[in-house]
């Protein structure tokens, strides 16, 4: 993944010029009856240098009843709708202001997780995951309407330990920051997707909108207990042919500094 910028867009990971963006080298795959597997290093450039991490190192059950799964490891969490999935799914350079912001663009973290699929004829999916300073609970719904549209909602929350900071990549593997600029330690998000595609193959045409709101509050420990920050993200875009999509995205960020500290929350 590689690309030339004209300029470095605020809270981004690309640098202005040449860079190489999110690139990696992935091992997948069963680890007999029981587990699955996988791991991802990831290299990029930031300040115009190489820069590697770990990104995922889990194990995950294939066999649990009663529709349990559980994770342990690093992973990303399952928070919000883009979170959990791969940088490469995704369809534009660089992620919405919502995570750029909140979680410094991708939050992964080292811990465990445990999901519950129920046994509706509809999807849905609730979640939690624990990590070193922080902890998770999230809802998944969704369901088909006939045989050329899908919807999908979610719910998360997200609280983080006092004075806990959102480390997104390993400090010991990079120099460059990618800590979150405006955290808290409460986060509330909701997503919902929408896709349409002829009779159900979405290989050769598809619509996808894709809307995300986090709201932050418990700022700071002197901040106003109303005080919050808020972002929103809403995306469309069409696959018109199997190997080209165009697509169009919005987003704001409404975030408050601290006035005693003299720099962000």
């Known amino acids: 993944d590689s690309a030339a910028t004209s300029q470095a867009l605020a809270l981004g990971a690309r640098d202005a010029g040449l860079g190489l963006g999110h690139s990696d080298l992935l091992l997948r795959g069963p680890v007999g009856n029981l587990f699955s597997a996988e ?10 240098k190489l820069e590697h991490h770990l990104e995922n190192a ?7 009843p009663q529709g349990f ?7 990303a969490s399952q928070v919000g709708y883009l979170n959990e999935l791969h940088s490469h799914t995704d369809d534009f350079t660089e992620r919405p202001l919502l995570y750029r912001g909140f979680f410094g ?6 811990g465990l997780r445990l999901n519950w699929t129920a046994p509706t ?3 849905l999916r609730l979640g939690a995951e624990k990590f070193s300073s922080s902890s998770t609970v999230n809802l998944k719904i969704g369901d088909d309407l006939g045989t050329s549209h899908s919807w999908q909602g979610g719910l998360s929350r997200i609280s983080h330990a006092k004075d806990a900071q959102v ?10 920051s990618h800590d979150a600029l405006y955290s808290g330690r ?3 998000l909701a997503d ?20 995300e709101h986090a709201q932050v509050s418990r700022l700071h420990p002197t901040a106003d207990p109303g005080m919050k920050n808020q972002s929103s993200s809403l995306g469309a875009v069409w696959r018109f042919q199997p190997s080209w999509e165009v697509g169009a995205r919005s987003d704001w960020l409404r975030v408050n500094q601290a006035e005693n500290s003299g720099g962000s929350i």
């Not at 480390?167 to 460059?176: E, I, K, T, W, Y």
């Not at 349409?196 to 619509?207: D, I, L, M, S, Y």
């Open 39 to 48: 791991a991802i290093v990831g290299f990029h450039t930031a300040d115009h």
């Open 58 to 64: 889990w194990l995950q059950t294939r066999a649990l």
């Open 69 to 75: 799964q559980a994770r342990l490891g690093r992973f």
């Open 105 to 110: 663009g991708h939050w992964l973290g080292d």
């Open 121 to 123: 004829p509809f999807y």
């Open 167 to 176: 480390v997104v990549h390993d400090p010991l593997a990079a120099s460059h």
């Open 186 to 188: 409460q986060i509330w």
């Open 192 to 211: 919902l997707v929408w896709k349409w595609a002829p009779n159900g193959n979405n290989r050769n045409e598809q619509v996808r909108l894709m809307w």
